[in-house]
């Protein structure tokens, strides 16, 4: 990174650091900081790998999305993260962007990940060995891969090397970044969210028969959800009333697979083959039966309702949000309350 950004970079460092840095004038100013000092600063430059990681949101899929920092004695000196899926991951990234005159500088700096560096030959070479040849002397890691291919085996090839690796630092965020592969990964199916839209008083339609509850702008957000999910489900009932198109007509992107329920099928059997069939996120739109259907199988990972305004007199209920779920998001427009409920992880 540019040398100018070193008085930037003092300027919002706790007063302790600055403190440290200032008295020290040496290489060795963050490791004479105290240990909670130096917490402090993993969590800060972790937390720049998340910002980072999350311009990954387009490109990365199915990977996850991973930022990656390089810190020399309180200077970020490299950044990168995982940008398209089958090219660089985010360690490759941010040593490339290390400037020739600080390459120096690495057997003396901090890599930060916010996701386990790889061990494996995937699509690239394994980040572990390029850190190894790098020199880096400590790595600050946010969460472990579960990819069956890594979980673990990185951290452990980087210590092998020697190398101090420090496992866990805002690791709760670093999960949550990536919860669709997070599920993917360690329970072997898809990431399930459930999503209706009902009326004020609890209906999703009216006497059994369709009801556009949606406003066009909300509507329009629940085909955004669509494009970013891989298939989409519908139970018998709903198909044979509505025939819906369960497309992204109203955003763009791909249209998810679209899946029909049409006769008893245990979740978990059908969960099985999408996960063989590499769907990573599953939206069920419904209706109630199939809704309760997945809560019953313990196998819901977010739940999107949508409440409008206004009441109708009879129809089918919408589920309950079970107790297990937490509020993560909550919207209005319109009048239409759109919330987000999620499992804890
Ligand atoms: N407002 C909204 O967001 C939405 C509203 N709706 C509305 O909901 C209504 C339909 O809801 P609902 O009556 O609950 O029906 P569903 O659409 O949930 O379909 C239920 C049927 O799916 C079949 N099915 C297949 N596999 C399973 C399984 N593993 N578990 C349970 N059922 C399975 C069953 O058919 P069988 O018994 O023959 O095996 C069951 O009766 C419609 O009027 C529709 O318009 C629907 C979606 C969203
Ligand atoms: N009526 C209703 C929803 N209904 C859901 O959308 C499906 C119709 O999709 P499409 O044919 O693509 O428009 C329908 O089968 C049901 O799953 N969803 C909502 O967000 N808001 C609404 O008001
Ligand atoms: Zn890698």
């Not at 990174?1 to 440290?20: G, R």
């Not at 290489?27 to 240990?35: G, N, R």
């Not at 769907?279 to 819901?300: D, K, M, S, W, Y």
Request: contains cysteine; negative net charge.
């Amino acid at each position: 990174m540019d040398n100018s950004n070193v008085n930037d970079t003092e300027k919002w460092l706790p007063q302790a650091e600055k403190v440290a840095i200032n008295a020290t004038n040496t290489t060795q100013a963050i490791t004479e900081t105290s240990p909670c000092a130096e917490q402090t600063a993993d969590k800060r430059y972790m937390q720049r790998c998340l910002q980072l990681a999350k311009c990954g949101l387009l490109g990365a899929k199915p990977n996850p999305m991973v930022g990656a920092v390089i810190v020399y004695r309180g200077r970020i000196i490299g950044e990168g993260y995982h940008a398209h899926y089958g090219e660089a991951h985010a360690e490759v990234n941010a040593f490339a962007s290390v400037k020739s005159q600080d390459e120096a500088l690495l057997p003396q700096a901090t890599l930060y990940v916010s996701l386990e560096p790889c061990a494996h030959h995937g699509k690239t070479p394994p980040c572990a060995d390029l850190i190894i040849a790098k020199g880096v002397p400590r790595v600050v890691v946010g969460c472990v891969d579960p990819y069956a291919k890594v979980q673990g085996r990185g951290i452990e090839k980087l210590r092998q090397a020697g190398i101090e690796v420090v496992v866990g630092v805002l690791e709760k965020a670093c999960l949550a970044l990536n919860r669709p592969f997070m599920v993917y990964q360690r329970h072997h199916r898809p990431y399930v969210i459930l999503k209706w839209a009902q009326t004020a008083n609890g209906f999703i339609d009216l006497q059994q028969q369709a009801l556009a509850i949606s406003s066009p702008f909300t509507q329009m957000l629940s085909h955004k959800l669509r494009a970013e999910c891989d298939a989409i489900l519908v139970g018998k009932t709903t198909d044979e009333r509505e025939h819906p198109e369960l497309n992204t007509r109203h955003w763009w992107g791909e249209n998810p697979r679209r899946l029909v329920l049409h006769r008893h099928q245990p979740i978990d059997q059908l969960l099985s083959k999408l996960y063989q069939d590499q769907v990573q996120t599953l939206i069920v739109e419904g209706g109630a039966t199939v809704h309760r259907a997945f809560i019953e199988a313990n196998c819901c990972d977010e739940i999107h309702r949508e409440t409008a305004p206004f009441t109708v007199n009879n129809g089918t209920k919408a589920i309950d949000i079970p107790p297990h779920f937490v509020l993560s998001k909550q919207e209005i427009y319109d009048g239409h309350v759109l919330e987000e409920f999620v499992t804890e992880f």
